[in-house]
């Protein structure tokens, strides 16, 4: 019992380690899917938590009943056909983005604080990665369960000081008048904003998720981290929203705006957001990484080691184009793409695997 709350407790920080990358660690996330449409934006925070919960579960049942190893696996199985195979293809495009946007998103982040070029920040997240990644799984797990409880220990501690000390912009009448700032081209588009994100964040997600189910096998325990994950995720996306939302207009200067949040206070805040924010990034490259080693491995046969040496001669190279630039164009699009993929999972486990969890 005890042995599986506490593995309870490590999926829940692999689930919540996975989705806080680069984008939403740095607050740049946020901004551009749920800050920019004002109050709405919470309610889409809220949406994307109530499509986490029963998709992922359902990721798992068919994981487990089907003894899926890769996230290749679980897309062929659901969508067969031409479709299936863009989907593959979307799959792992998306996950070499990520990858880039969170190579960019660490050099963004040291050149913004420190004023380094952008590329020392590259070559030491690379480096680190690659030394974590060499140890396969087992290294993937202890990185969340550290990072993880020390992320949610920042956030909140940087949310409250800014309750208390800017306890007068931290009213209801404010948050119901954050302005709306990006330009509507549909109706109800915050809407669209919001599923966009959770879908993305679900395909990104299945890459982990699959090859943990093959290992660790019991449904009960894996619901039970993803139910923990995504609502310890939402409480954190709520918090920076909010602290966001109140720099409206100032934080689209920055890369990385949560760190322009934590400006107004002591030096020692601002260096652990900082440290937070890279070794976020730092888990959700690793995730990335490992799920994209994994599947070269199953379908090239190309040994792992060797796979995730191949993922950044792409990588690398991609970074290079910008964080802010990397998350506002490839995110929306891999999020079209990734609905449909979750609207079939969706429809697979009603046909086969009902009842099962």
Same mark, same amino acid.
């Given at each position: 019992?005890?042995?599986?709350?506490?593995?309870?407790?490590?999926?829940?920080?692999?689930?919540?380690?996975?989705?806080?990358?680069?984008?939403?660690?740095?607050?740049?996330?946020?901004?551009?899917?749920?800050?920019?449409?004002?109050?709405?934006?919470?309610?889409?925070?809220?949406?994307?938590?109530?499509?986490?919960?029963?998709?992922?579960?359902?990721?798992?049942?068919?994981?487990?009943?089907?003894?899926?190893?890769?996230?290749?696996?679980?897309?062929?199985?659901?969508?067969?056909?031409?479709?299936?195979?863009?989907?593959?293809?979307?799959?792992?495009?998306?996950?070499?983005?990520?990858?880039?946007?969170?190579?960019?998103?660490?050099?963004?982040? @040291?050149?913004?604080?420190?004023?380094?070029?952008?590329?020392?920040?590259?070559?030491?997240?690379?480096?680190?990665?690659?030394?974590?990644? #060499?140890?396969?799984?087992?290294?993937?797990?202890?990185?969340?369960?550290?990072?993880?409880?020390?992320?949610?220990?920042?956030?909140?501690?940087?949310?409250?000081?800014?309750?208390?000390?800017?306890?007068?912009?931290?009213?209801?009448?404010?948050?119901?008048?954050?302005?709306?700032?990006?330009?509507?081209?549909?109706?109800?588009?915050?809407?669209?904003?919001?599923?966009?994100?959770?879908?993305?964040?679900?395909?990104?997600?299945?890459?982990? @998720?699959?090859?943990?189910?093959?290992?660790?096998?019991?449904?009960?325990?894996?619901?039970?981290?993803?139910?923990?994950?995504?609502?310890? @995720?939402?409480?954190?996306?709520?918090?920076?929203?909010?602290?966001?939302?109140?720099?409206?207009?100032?934080?689209?200067?920055?890369?990385?705006?949560? #760190?322009?949040?934590?400006?107004?206070?002591?030096?020692?805040?601002?260096?652990?957001?900082?440290?937070?924010?890279?070794?976020?990034?730092?888990?959700?490259?690793?995730?990335?990484?490992?799920?994209?080693?994994?599947?070269?491995?199953?379908?090239?046969?190309?040994?792992?080691?060797?796979?995730?040496? @191949?993922?950044?001669?792409?990588?690398?190279?991609?970074?290079?184009?910008?964080?802010?630039?990397?998350?506002?164009?490839?995110?929306?699009?891999?999020?079209?793409?990734?609905?449909?993929?979750?609207?079939?999972?969706?429809?697979?486990?009603?046909?086969?695997?009902?009842?099962?969890?």
């Amino acid at each position: 019992m005890k042995k599986n709350f506490s593995m309870v407790l490590k999926l829940a920080a692999v689930f919540i380690g996975t989705l806080v990358g680069a984008g939403l660690a740095s607050g740049q996330e946020i901004t551009q899917f749920f800050t920019t449409y004002g109050a709405k934006g919470f309610i889409g925070i809220v949406l994307c938590c109530i499509l986490y919960i029963p998709v992922c579960s359902m990721i798992v049942v068919i994981s487990n009943k089907y003894n899926l190893k890769s996230y290749t696996g679980l897309i062929q199985l659901v969508s067969p056909g031409p479709l299936g195979k863009l989907t593959t293809i979307f799959m792992s495009l998306f996950l070499v983005s990520s990858s880039a946007i969170i190579l960019a998103g660490s050099g963004a982040l @040291l050149h913004q604080y420190f004023g380094v070029p952008k590329w020392i920040g590259i070559i030491i997240m690379t480096s680190v990665a690659l030394f974590t990644l #060499l140890k396969g799984s087992s290294g993937l797990i202890t990185i969340n369960s550290f990072i993880v409880p020390s992320l949610i220990t920042v956030i909140t501690t940087i949310f409250v000081l800014y309750l208390v000390f800017c306890k007068d912009m931290v009213t209801l009448e404010n948050i119901k008048a954050l302005p709306i700032t990006k330009q509507t081209i549909v109706p109800g588009q915050w809407f669209v904003s919001a599923l966009l994100y959770g879908g993305f964040n679900i395909l990104c997600c299945s890459g982990v @998720l699959v090859p943990l189910s093959s290992e660790i096998k019991n449904n009960k325990v894996l619901n039970s981290g993803i139910f923990l994950g995504a609502i310890g @995720l939402t409480i954190l996306c709520m918090m920076i929203n909010l602290m966001l939302g109140l720099n409206i207009p100032f934080i689209f200067k920055y890369d990385i705006p949560l #760190l322009y949040v934590a400006q107004r206070f002591i030096g020692v805040v601002q260096i652990a957001l900082l440290m937070i924010i890279w070794c976020e990034m730092f888990s959700t490259e690793v995730s990335d990484i490992y799920s994209l080693g994994k599947t070269i491995e199953q379908k090239f046969n190309i040994p792992y080691k060797k796979g995730i040496f @191949l993922v950044y001669c792409l990588s690398i190279p991609i970074s290079q184009i910008g964080f802010k630039e990397l998350i506002s164009v490839l995110y929306p699009c891999f999020g079209v793409i990734s609905l449909i993929f979750v609207a079939q999972i969706v429809m697979f486990y009603r046909k086969n695997c009902k009842g099962r969890r």
